[in-house]
């Protein structure tokens, strides 16, 4: 009897033990969730600028640049931790400039302007994987429209826009954690997932980049512990589908990416590279910032008339930082 009594005990240990490894492995995982308070306005500014250096031939080359800045507050207005939350989004200001090759600022109104003061809803699960567009899409075909010429004597004319960089840091809200594969396993340190993000420019360009992320460490503040994610950016080879489009229809675009695309047949990305990082809060569930860097070269996809081949440096930089 005695022995089996000290067999009995030898199991039951060995089971308290397994028990004991399997909840210390578990506790080395991160779970990142995005979670929102009923109420609780969350409010972030967005930059998004860049560098564009064209080379016309060896030795010519001509530099632009222009940036965006906007502040969006988030409220939520129908709170499900189970399901599908629903946000009000306010742009609450839209600031827009540009440089052109000569070194002059344009005084021309940026289309992407036009979406201050504009307010969307969309919904989104635990995840941060957003499930519905909707209003978001018809915001920016409205917004899309403003950026064509009110003339039509030349045509359907679209002047340069922004509005893409809109799209950049509003389409992919809390990516790093809406990608994760398998969220409800958790991450730990060093571990690397894989997303697609867009690159936003002013000509009509549809590409993608390529995302690894990397769940790099986790830091400890005053306002809990802070997830840190690694990034780092190449090449996409393509676009997902469902990824928006403001303008329909056929038209001329303005500007010297106007000129390229009239003798030549579109641009190829020749090279993409960069990297980022993001601070996530899991404790609060919210992202607190984020920067995202990378240089992209283009090419002609085939010489112009004359041999024409220019080729395009961007240099793009998106920040985003939650306001107190």
């Known amino acids: 009897m005695a022995t089996v009594q000290r067999t009995v005990l030898i199991g039951v240990a060995a089971v308290l033990l397994s028990l004991l490894a399997g909840c210390t492995v578990a506790g080395h995982r991160t779970f990142l969730t995005v979670d929102f308070q009923e109420s609780q ?3 972030y500014k ?4 860049r560098n564009i ?9 001509s530099s632009s640049s222009e940036s965006v800045e906007m502040i ?3 409220t939520p207005i129908d709170i499900n931790p189970y399901g599908l939350t629903t946000i009000e989004a306010t742009c609450e200001s839209v600031k827009a400039s540009r440089t052109a090759a000569t070194g002059r600022q344009t005084t021309k109104a940026d289309a992407v302007k036009s979406l201050a003061g504009q307010i969307f809803n969309f919904t989104v699960d635990s995840t ?3 499930a519905d567009y909707s209003q978001l899409n018809k915001l920016l075909y409205q917004a899309g429209e403003n950026a064509f010429r009110k003339s039509t004597k030349a045509g359907r004319v679209k002047d340069p826009d922004m509005i893409a960089d809109f799209i950049a840091t509003q389409w992919f ?3 790093p954690v809406a990608s994760i594969q398998n969220p409800a396993k958790g991450l730990t340190i060093g571990q690397k997932w894989t997303s697609k993000l867009s690159v936003p420019t002013s000509m009509i360009l549809q590409k993608a980049r390529n995302v690894t992320y990397k769940l790099a460490e986790i830091r400890q503040s005053e306002n809990g ?3 840190v994610i690694e990034s780092s950016y190449s090449a996409a080879e393509s676009v997902p589908k469902g990824w928006p489009m403001p303008y329909t229809g056929q038209f001329q675009l303005a500007g010297p990416f106007g000129f390229f695309l009239s003798i030549l047949k579109g641009f190829n990305v020749k090279d993409l590279n960069g990297q980022g990082t993001e601070l996530f809060n899991i404790d ?9 860097n990378y240089q992209m070269t283009l090419g002609a996809s085939a010489p112009g008339p004359l041999g024409l081949d220019p080729k395009i440096t961007i240099v793009q930089e998106l920040t985003m930082q939650l306001l107190e």
């Open 41 to 43: 306005t969350l409010r």
């Open 46 to 49: 967005f930059v998004s600028r």
């Open 53 to 61: 250096d064209t080379q016309w031939e060896p030795g010519k080359t």
């Open 72 to 74: 969006v507050a988030y």
């Open 128 to 130: 941060g994987r957003i």
């Open 173 to 175: 809200l809390w990516d």
């Open 225 to 227: 512990r802070i997830a």
């Open 284 to 292: 609060a569930g919210r992202t607190e910032q984020y920067n995202q």
